[in-house]
């Protein structure tokens, strides 16, 4: 095992602190219980978001912490849920008279966790709302989940519900909004390559030298199918085909595509993808109107992407063009 780490015990502890040293005008972090939270933070009348899960998928969580998008994140061990004490001292931090949204993604340990917190929350008089993600239509439930993983969406749920917080939006208004990018939202991911789990030393999984994994999970959980590798234009065909039938989207629908690299993908070849899923859009007659493309939901260092879809209206636009100012993502500012 080859990475940039001193002791295994301490890498989401000094991850957090190199954190802070980057970023201290945007972010304060809390490192018993591990979380980090918006500069400023709670703000007078404001809704708070608070997000978080298993760490190694940089940048999300703490990445996406600031103005525009969350209030807060906590940081579990690497692919390991936060527990609920961190959960409940980061809503408590962000929390004030406005409540606060839970954006969860679909994986048990963080349903449960999220849910014990939100009650220990309401019981010091703090109204939580919890919204989970579950958009991933690659399997229907995994080692992690009952039901469908919660990927993609969370990034765009974020973004969006975190945009309509920093205007002013009731509790209601923004924890509906995050259910609205979930409805309208579907992810498929592929691997490459397995990642490497510090405290394991050793792959998660093994794939052969012209093998890829299908349907692949952000743990490396297992996917729908392996298989031999195919040029890129026929692997995003691959992804996009269960991901357009599922909603399903329809001609003329207007559509944010976000093509996401897994920790390991160059940039060269993300865009490699994003031509094709360009030319895909338009052959189906869907409006392509937004992007995302980069690593944002990453599996340590695997190499591989996923491909999220989301049917827009106008206020989601206008709620994804609004200004964000986060460590991983910024943009009209």
């Not at 809704?47 to 906590?74: I, K, N, Q, T, Y």
């Not at 969370?154 to 975190?162: D, M, N």
């Not at 093509?259 to 338009?282: C, D, F, H």
């Amino acid at each position: 095992m080859k990475k940039l780490i001193n002791q295994v015990d301490d890498v989401v502890s000094e991850a957090l602190q190199g954190m802070l040293v980057a970023h201290p005008d945007l972010i304060e972090i809390n490192l018993e219980p591990k979380y980090v939270v918006r500069k400023g933070t709670p703000i007078q009348g404001k809704v708070a978001l608070v997000s978080g899960g298993g760490s190694g998928h940089e940048p999300m969580h703490g990445g996406f912490v600031g103005r525009g998008m969350l209030d807060g994140a906590c940081a579990g061990e690497v692919f390991t849920s936060p527990t609920p004490d961190q959960i409940y001292e980061c809503t408590k931090r962000v929390g004030g008279e406005a409540g606060v949204v839970h954006i969860v993604k679909n994986y048990t340990g963080d349903v449960l966790n999220f849910e014990m917190a939100a009650e220990l929350a309401q019981g010091e008089g703090i109204e939580v709302r919890s919204v989970v993600i579950d958009d991933d239509v690659a399997v229907q439930d995994s080692l992690y989940t009952a039901g469908r993983r919660g990927v993609g969406a969370t990034v765009l749920a974020e973004k969006i519900a975190g945009a309509r917080a920093e205007e002013g939006g009731s509790l209601s208004e923004v924890a509906d909004l995050v259910k609205k990018v979930n409805e309208g939202s579907r992810s498929m991911g592929m691997a490459l390559t397995s990642c490497t789990v510090p405290a394991n030393g050793k792959p998660t999984f093994e794939l052969a030298e012209d093998e890829m994994e299908i349907g692949i999970g952000i743990h490396g959980e297992p996917g729908r199918e392996r298989m031999k590798l195919e040029p890129a234009d026929r692997i995003v065909d691959r992804l996009l085909e269960p991901v357009l039938s599922d909603l399903p989207f329809r001609s003329g629908d207007r559509v944010l595509a976000f093509v996401n690299g897994m920790g390991g993908t160059p940039q060269i070849e993300l865009y490699i993808a994003m031509k094709r899923v360009g030319e895909a859009l338009s052959e189906g007659g869907y409006r392509l109107e937004r992007t995302l493309i980069g690593s944002y939901i990453t599996s340590l260092e695997m190499a591989g992407l996923s491909i999220t879809l989301l049917r827009l209206d106008d206020e989601m636009v206008r709620l994804w063009d609004a200004p964000v100012l986060t460590p991983g993502l910024r943009w009209g500012v």
